[in-house]
Structure formats: C-alpha cells, structure tokens
C-alpha cells in the first residue's frame, strides 16, 4: 500500500512517516486501521487517522503529540488517546484490544491483545484492515478477514454471527455504508441484520448510542435513501411505537434534500446549518407535539435540538396564512421569520409549496435577513434623544420602512427618525 499512502496530502503523510519513526524508536508495532484504510483504498477523501498500536497507544499517542507541540487527550482507562493539530486535523491511538461482550447491546470488556484480536472485534471485513506503519514493512496490508475483497465486490459483511446483537448500533451503520459506497449487505449479513432487528436488540441499546448513529445517518449525503433502507430494514418503532413513514412523508423528505442544497449552495455564508436537525424533523412528521418530545428526550438530545424541532411542530402552522398571501409586507414576513431557527425555516419551505411563500422564504434569505440601516445611536444622540430603550423602538421601525421600501437611503431615514420624536 506504500503507493497508496505516498498519493496522500503531504500533511497527512507527514503524520504517517512521523508515526513510524515513533514506532520503530518505542520498538512497537504500529498500524493505521479502520474507516481510514478503507477509504485510502476506495480512493475517498478521509482525513481521520486511526492508529492501533501493540504495545501501548497511550505512549506513542504521547510522543506524537509531543514532537507535534499538539494538544493530547488521554483515556487512560480504555488506553486511548487522541492527538488534536493545530490544523483541527486529529488522530486517534489505542492500543491493540480484545473484547467481549458479557450481554448483548452493552458496551464490551476489554483486555490488551494482538492486532488480529483488534481487527476481529471490527464492525464488517471492510472496517478491518491495517496498514503497518513499522519500518521494516512499511505499508503493508494485513487483511485476515479478506476485506479487500470485499471492496472489491461491494459487499458488507460481519466478520462474526453475533456481531449485530453484541452491538446493534451496527445495523444503522451497516445501512449507512451500504447507501454511501452504493454497496451491498452480502445475504448471510443481511439475514443476521433481520434476526437482531426480529430480536428487538436495537430497543435495547442505550439510547444515546442510536442518537449518535442516526444522526451520522441523516448527515450522509442521501438521508432519504438512508432512511428508505432503515425503515425497509428495521423499521423505526426502535424509535417510537407510533412512528411512520408514508408516502407523503417520503416526498417531504426529498423536497427538504432539495431545499438544503439551495442553501448550502446559495446561503451557506449565512450561517452553518444543522441539515440533520431538518431531516430529523420530517422522519418525525407523523408524530404528535407530545410524542416528539417523547423521541427527543429519550435520545438525549441537546435542549437547541428538541427546541427547534418541537418549534417546527408546533408553530409553523400559525405563520402559513400570513406568508401564502402575495401581499404580505416584507416587515411582516421579517417579524414572522426572523425570531425561527434556519431549520425551522427550510422546514416549511421544503413543506408549503405555495408560490407566495417560496417567494417570502427566498427573500427574507436574499434580502431581508442581511438588511441594515444607516443611522446610529451617534445620529439618535446628536437629534437630542437621550439613550435609553426608546433607540430600539426607533432602530425597529426605521428598519421595518426600510424592508417596506419607504426609506431608501440615510436622509430618509433621518426624516423619518425627526418625525417620530416629534410625536413622542
Ligand atoms: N467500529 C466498530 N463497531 C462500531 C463502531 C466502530 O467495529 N459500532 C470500528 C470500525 O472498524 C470502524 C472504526 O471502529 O472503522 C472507527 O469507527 P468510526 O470512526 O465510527 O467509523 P469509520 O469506519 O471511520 O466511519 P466514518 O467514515 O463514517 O467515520
């Protein structure tokens, strides 16, 4: 694999021969493994390195840092470690483990062990790969579980027939790398998938361990077709008994894809925007106020996260009438959208299809939200007007005959400032 690894971007193959020559001064073995060998062979952009070391991960994490000057985070009791550059760039160290999972859908036991024994506690023979980092063999795959092969023939495979009831979070991963790579869930796998799902193990699961793999899943590139799978595959009552997924839900869905690629490709300097929030409030479309916060909490999402989307729920229907009507002011339809969330937003952009309220949503994008006036509290001051709470009454509706259309340039603005102290 040297080819392969001398084709990397000069940053991260800086790491990797830095690496090596920790590995070879501690006289320890040291591999990359993981997400980051499949995709080096895939040819697919992956800047997380995984490091796997027979020996101690803590200490070669430890002297990379150091010869870095970066920022080391030790987990001492799982011997992790992750090393953060300054470039944001991090690369994670363990040292080599078994596991064992004492009960299924709880987190394992694990003990020191080989590299085979690390590869072997692995998701799916595409995730099980290693390249030696040591001198003497430098970029060589070891490949136990044929994963290579695998790549090859687009198939996901287990590398064991326990491997979804030990850890269920690996059917949604299962369904995440099918749907990424267009790959295949090979039958003895898929079988395996439906016995786990038939078994409920994915129920059983902590739920902060789905929250983390679904919303991996709604950040893939085509969540629809991830959440097609899902629901073909497990279904979704794992989430909420009264969960479903209807045609009409479906179609959402495909409109809220086409709505955040138009602001991501038009928008985007805005502000960054949490897509997965959006898709996770159409899946959720069916289900009441009450039973979506049910959903929320049990997966522990963050206070933001329930906010926006039991907001979505509950308030967006009150603001419909408003923005279907072709004549709505732009002050009113700033009023109605500013205090929302941008996924609140797209939501019903991706929901009302109405012309009038394509139009509004578009402009309070375009031109609204980015609107400024041009007097200050300089001007209110020098007017004679002491500070005080009344500035912000002033700054709204200056602002607000400015969206209208009615103040066109600073004059204005003042005229209509000279006016409103006037009637105070
Ligand atoms: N892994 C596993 N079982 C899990 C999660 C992870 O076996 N439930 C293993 C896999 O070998 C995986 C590695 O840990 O490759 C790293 O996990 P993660 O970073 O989550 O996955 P990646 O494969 O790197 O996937 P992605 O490209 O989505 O980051």
Not at 208 to 221: A, C, F, T
Request: aromatic residues 10%; positive net charge.
């Amino acid at each position: 694999m040297k080819d392969y690894l001398e084709k990397l971007p000069k940053e991260i193959l800086d790491l990797v021969y830095l690496a090596r020559d920790i590995a070879s001064s501690n006289d320890m073995p040291v591999y990359l493994v993981g997400g980051f060998v499949r995709d080096l062979i895939l040819g697919v952009k992956n800047l997380d390195l995984d490091i796997v070391v027979e020996g101690s991960g803590i200490k070669v994490a430890e002297d990379f840092a150091h010869a870095l000057n970066a920022k080391l985070i030790r987990h001492r009791r799982f011997g992790t470690a992750t090393v953060i550059l300054e470039s944001h760039l991090k690369v994670d160290f363990s040292t080599a483990r078994k596991e064992y999972y004492p009960k299924p859908a709880h987190l394992p036991v694990v003990a020191p062990g080989s590299l085979k024994d690390d590869l072997f506690r692995r998701d799916f023979t595409i995730n099980a790969m290693a390249i030696s980092l040591s001198s003497e063999n430098f970029g060589k795959l070891v490949d136990f579980f044929s994963g290579r092969d695998d790549l090859r023939k687009k198939k996901i495979r287990v590398l064991h027939d326990l491997s979804f009831i030990d850890d269920p979070t690996r059917i949604l991963r299962a369904i995440r790398f099918e749907k990424r790579y267009d790959f295949h869930i090979e039958p003895k796998t898929l079988k395996l998938l439906k016995e786990a799902v038939k078994g409920k193990y994915l129920e059983r699961v902590e739920p902060q361990r789905v929250r983390d793999d679904l919303i991996l899943m709604l950040k893939e590139k085509e969540p629809l077709k991830e959440i097609k799978r899902l629901k073909e595959l497990a279904g979704l009552s794992f989430l909420h008994p009264r969960l479903c997924v209807y045609a009409r839900n479906y179609k959402l869905l495909g409109r809220i894809e086409e709505e955040v690629s138009w602001f991501e490709n038009s928008h985007f300097y805005r502000r960054p925007l949490d897509a997965w929030v959006i898709y996770f409030m159409g899946l959720l479309d069916c289900l009441s106020p009450r039973f979506t916060r049910v959903v929320c909490r049990r997966l522990a999402l963050r206070r933001g996260e329930e906010k926006r989307i039991l907001n979505a729920k509950k308030h967006t229907g009150k603001l419909i009438a408003s923005l279907s009507r072709p004549d709505t002011r732009p002050s009113k339809i700033f009023a109605l959208l500013e205090p929302l969330s941008y996924e609140e937003i797209l939501l019903i952009k991706a929901e009302y299809r109405n012309a009038s309220v394509q139009k509004h949503i578009e402009d309070f994008f375009e031109i609204y939200n980015g609107m400024r006036i041009l007097i200050t509290g300089d001007d209110l001051r020098r007017l004679g007007l002491a500070p005080g709470p009344y500035y912000q009454k002033i700054f709204t509706r200056v602002l607000n005959a400015k969206l209208d259309g009615e103040a066109p340039n600073r004059e204005v603005e003042l005229a209509l400032i000279r006016r409103l102290i006037k009637k105070r």
